[in-house]
T-cell receptor, first 114, second 114 residues
Framework: DTAVSQTPKYLVTQMGNDKSIKCEQNLGHDTMYWYKQDSKKFLKIMFS???????INETVPNRFSPKSPDKAHLNLHINSLELGDSAVYFCASSQVRTRGETQYFGPGTRLLVL | KNQVEQSPQSLIILEGKNCTLQ??????????LRWYKQDTGRGPVSLTIMTFSENTKSNGRYTATLDADTKQSSLHITASQLSDSASYICVVSAGYSSASKIIFGSGTRLSIRP
């Protein structure tokens, strides 16, 4: 009964490929996020979705596109993968993005672009 | 510019000892400050959340303090255990609307030695 789950856990692929990472939460939260953690372990928010509406897009390349089929899912699609995309990608969710709200993180997807 | 700086970058202490991690921020308007623990290979887990009016909050052996005047926070760990070995991340939220920003510190890597 994992709260926030991501698939796959590991993803190794060639430059130029297109890949997707899936995220699901069973907490009933209405806001979901995608974060990128680089090799220096610095977490940076990429996207936030509230009620199927994008409310944050932190100047990430347009090769990255979040897709939310419903409130419980927020998938991340990446086109034309580049070496610099190698990182750990975390999905998170929270209930209404107000002050003091806790985000629950998934286990992460380790992406390696060769 | 909204920034969150943590110190030290890394810390090694003996099991059973206490330690304090620091977080300084320049974020406006301040909404809340959170401390997360991230075990190796896992997603961050929330330890504490503090808003402007709160200056201390405890979670077991973890005690966080907040000085909104000096824009500083600390996380004190009492009687450390081997399982406390992890990265501790300070996160500050700016703004109160749905477009508020979340700024992550780069974390403090804590290692507990037996």
């Amino acid at each position: 009964d994992t709260a926030v789950s991501q698939t796959p856990k590991y993803l190794v692929t060639q430059m130029g490929n297109d890949k997707s990472i899936k995220c699901e939460q069973n907490l009933g939260h209405d806001t979901m996020y995608w974060y990128k953690q680089d090799s220096k372990k610095f977490l940076k928010i990429m996207f936030s979705y509230n009620n199927k509406e994008l409310i944050i897009n932190e100047t990430v390349p347009n090769r990255f596109s979040p897709k939310s089929p419903d409130k419980a899912h927020l998938n991340l699609h990446i086109n034309s993968l580049e070496l610099g995309d190698s990182a750990v990608y975390f999905c998170a969710s929270s209930q209404v993005r107000t002050r003091g709200e806790t985000q629950y993180f998934g286990p992460g997807t380790r992406l390696l672009v060769l | 510019k909204n920034q969150v700086e943590q110190s030290p970058q890394s810390l090694i202490i003996l099991e059973g000892k206490n330690c304090t991690l620091q977080c300084n921020y320049t974020v406006s308007p301040f909404s809340n400050l959170r401390w997360y623990k991230q075990d190796t290979g896992r997603g961050p887990v929330s330890l504490t959340i503090m808003t402007f009016s709160e200056n201390t909050k405890s979670n077991g052996r973890y005690t966080a303090t907040l000085d909104a005047d000096t824009k500083q926070s600390s996380l004190h760990i009492t009687a450390s255990q081997l399982s406390d070995s992890a990265s501790y991340i300070c996160v500050v939220s700016a703004g109160y609307s749905s477009a508020s920003k979340i700024i992550f510190g780069s974390g403090t890597r804590l290692s507990i030695r037996p």
